[in-house]
């Protein structure tokens, strides 16, 4: 079996100046062409854990390695997506896609390189005849899509994103979303970890569910969805998880109440 591409082990994460843990003993291995959803209730840690991943966020205990080695040495290798584009409103939209790659923290690339990983980024996500203009222009579809062209064109071997399809139209939506399992899937971005609070969501689109719960939080359901991406949400099988994440989800809740 090949080499997971991302090993989080016995991590445990405290907010600054907190003894208290936000995350205990998680740990997980993904694999080359996985996409994994977290779910768990609001104010639970998922986005703190993404962050960890990205490392953004300093931990306790435990350890992230992607590829093997320890996840601050391989920033080059992560692409992140947020819930906005988050574009700079002075530079075109090849200039946004192409912002970041000569980074200190990037591999170093000749110009020509760089310049047709953009171009072929673009077209991946359908903007190559808007190159020029300037985001001001763009639907909130239409910048999500520069987004992830701009995380595409570094190529990554993971990329992690907090709910970046949740402001947006159910068609830009569903567009995006079948292209990020295109892509993960031709592994043209090695793997990715997704938060979001849409169980249809993550049903749609995910490998594997992971279910954060508890004070400390901790993954304690996971739920394998397989290889096959043409999915009835209806069906049984993925009727019997929705009602069981909508379960967990309300254990939670009843468990806050009682304890306020």
Not at 6 to 27: K, M, N, R
Not at 58 to 68: C, R, V, Y
Not at 120 to 128: E, F, H, M, T
Not at 189 to 203: P, Q, R, Y
Request: hydrophobic content about 45%.
């Amino acid at each position: 079996m090949s080499q997971p591409i991302l090993t989080v082990e016995q991590l445990q994460i405290c907010h600054a100046g907190q003894s208290q843990a936000v995350l205990d003993q998680v740990e997980f291995e993904i694999r080359q062409g996985e996409i994994i959803s977290i779910l768990g209730p609001s104010g639970v840690g998922k986005s703190t854990l993404l962050s960890a991943l990205a490392g953004l966020h300093s931990t306790q205990k435990g350890q992230i390695q992607l590829l093997g080695q320890a996840i601050e040495t391989q920033k080059s290798e992560l692409a992140f997506m947020f819930q906005q584009a988050v574009l700079l409103p002075w530079l075109s939209i090849y200039e946004n896609v192409a912002f970041g790659q000569n980074f200190k923290h990037q591999a170093s690339h000749p110009p020509a390189y760089i310049k047709q990983r953009v171009e072929n980024a673009l077209v991946r996500v359908k903007l190559d005849h808007v190159s020029h203009a300037k985001p001001n222009i763009l639907s909130g579809g239409m910048a999500q899509r520069v987004a992830l062209a701009r995380a595409l064109a570094k190529m990554p071997k993971l990329l992690l994103l907090d709910e970046p399809f949740s402001a947006l139209d159910e068609l830009n939506r569903s567009q995006l979303q079948q292209l990020l399992i295109e892509l993960v899937h031709r592994e043209e971005i090695g793997a990715a970890v997704m938060v979001t609070h849409d169980i249809d969501e993550a049903l749609l689109i995910s490998d594997r569910i992971f279910f954060l719960s508890g004070q400390p939080a901790k993954i304690n359901q996971i739920w394998t969805l397989g290889l096959n991406k043409d999915r009835d949400l209806w069906a049984d099988e993925f009727s019997n998880i929705r009602n069981c994440i909508l379960k967990s989800l309300h254990q939670h809740q009843l468990k806050t109440q009682q304890s306020a």
